[in-house]
């Protein structure tokens, strides 16, 4: 008790944005060779808090019965830890909960947690993805175990991303949404994730055999000697997205070079005559062969009453290139083994 008074004298009260956990050691009358610079938080240092959270070398002085009432985790490691260090493990006479490095906390992930629970920025439907993510991993069982928030977190999560084919779908950070989707679980959302990397990361594929026929080669293809070398993936998620790719290609080849064909004779010539030229060179030219949600909303797009088509014919081709885009979404389920997971 006299070194603890001793040492929490002699630091001066100036330094306290910084405390050396070589001083915290002493002052607690152990020893730690090693000064590790611990850095109270700038925002979430509160005067009435009655906590101290450490994540990695970051200190919270936060609401000891917020946190308990919302994390069993966080309530454990303050019993544990004071049952193995009793009342000296405190700074201004706050109880220090040191959340272990297994749990793989960062501060950043758990400033974004704080936020959301005391109002600061909650996640409402306008929360950017970045955020969304941090409060997801923080309050997931195998971190803090937050549920009802991590629950939230889910939600919001999958509102960010389409659930159904939508062609054209611009996405920031893929690879990021992809590997946090596939880590916790969130199907709903991982075809959508899949399917962007897939036909847009400039991966490698086998030509099919109409480019020979046809006399062309894949000029607009996407081939890369280092496939989604400008995302972050790991060797796992890379290797589906390639399998989705050839996949993808070995059912829409057959579709795209195959003349569409109409109820009336006269119609089918009008396809028979335009086919090549608006639709399978324009695809070629543009990555359609990989990308059949796109190609075939393209196709839909078409002023083929322009071309010659009846009404009636238009508006039948319109609805069957609508049910590819569903069967090609549906088919996915099936090339990424996500059948009957919700």
Wanted: glycine residues 4%; negative net charge; contains cysteine.
């Amino acid at each position: 008790m006299f070194a603890a008074a001793f040492w929490r004298r002699l630091v001066p009260r100036s330094f306290a944005p910084i405390v050396s956990l070589s001083v915290l050691n002493m002052a607690n009358d152990t020893v730690n060779d090693s000064a590790v610079t611990l850095r109270r938080h700038p925002k979430y240092w509160l005067d009435d808090g009655s906590l101290v959270v450490r994540t990695q070398n970051d200190l919270f002085k936060v609401h000891r019965t917020l946190l308990h009432r919302h994390s069993s985790v966080l309530s454990s490691l303050s019993s544990d830890q004071s049952q193995d260090g009793g009342e000296s493990r405190s700074i201004d006479g706050c109880p220090v909960v040191h959340v272990p490095d297994d749990l793989d906390v960062s501060s950043a992930d758990f400033e974004a947690l704080l936020e959301h629970l005391y109002h600061d920025f909650p996640l409402d439907p306008e929360a950017p993805f970045a955020r969304v993510a941090s409060v997801l991993r923080a309050s997931s069982s195998r971190q803090l175990d937050f549920p009802a928030i991590h629950q939230l977190a889910r939600q919001r999560l999958e509102s960010l991303f389409p659930t159904g084919p939508q062609p054209a779908f611009d996405i920031e950070n893929p690879d990021d949404a992809l590997t946090l989707a596939v880590d916790y679980h969130v199907y709903s959302i991982q075809k959508a994730l899949f399917y962007t990397l897939a036909t847009h990361a400039n991966l490698d594929h086998d030509e099919p055999e109409e480019y020979a026929l046809l006399g062309t080669s894949a000029q607009g293809a996407p081939t890369n000697a280092n496939p989604l070398s400008r995302f972050n993936l790991s060797p796992t998620l890379t290797t589906r997205c390639q399998v989705l790719l050839d996949d993808l290609i070995a059912h829409f080849t057959p579709i795209l070079f195959t003349v569409a064909t109409a109820g009336h004779m006269a119609c089918t010539d009008v396809f028979a005559e335009k086919w090549m030229p608006l639709v399978i060179t324009p695809a070629l030219a543009n990555n359609g062969l990989c990308r059949p949600l796109e190609t075939l909303q393209t196709i839909m797009d078409l002023d083929w009453a322009a071309e010659g088509l009846c009404e009636e014919c238009v508006r039948e081709k319109r609805a069957e290139w609508r049910d590819e885009q569903r069967t090609v979404w549906e088919r996915m389920d099936g090339w990424l083994g996500l059948e009957g997971k919700v």
